[in-house]
């Protein structure tokens, strides 16, 4: 069995890091594009904004109170999956901008 080199366990180190940050930024890019624009929310949305148009033309205040609290949820709920999906995408990009600063000074040291 070989023994790791402190070069070599330093090399491990940056490409663990850099490949934590290809999948945490693959997973922020997955969230953002498919969690965003589910059909299912956008659906809610839509029947939440006819129930509030039917609840005014129909002059039923609780029906209207109770589809605005349900479309401000629907929106604060696609506005998280998005935060979410940003937040992941930009911590990967930083983790690989850090591997990579890394490597660039494991190689400048001259290890």
Do not use: H, Y
């Amino acid at each position: 069995m070989q023994m790791l080199t402190p070069l070599s366990l330093l090399l491990l180190i940056v490409i663990a890091i850099f490949a934590l940050g290809v999948i945490t930024f693959l997973a922020g890019v997955l969230i953002l594009s498919f969690r965003t624009g589910n059909k299912d929310i956008k659906t809610l949305a839509v029947q939440t904004a006819n129930l509030a148009q039917k609840g005014i033309a129909e002059d039923v205040a609780g029906l209207v109170g109770n589809a605005t609290n349900l479309l401000e949820a629907t929106n604060d709920l696609v506005r998280t999956s998005k935060g979410v999906g940003v937040f992941l995408s930009l911590l990967g990009i930083l983790l690989m901008a850090a591997a990579c600063w890394l490597a660039i000074q494991i190689l400048r040291s001259g290890l």
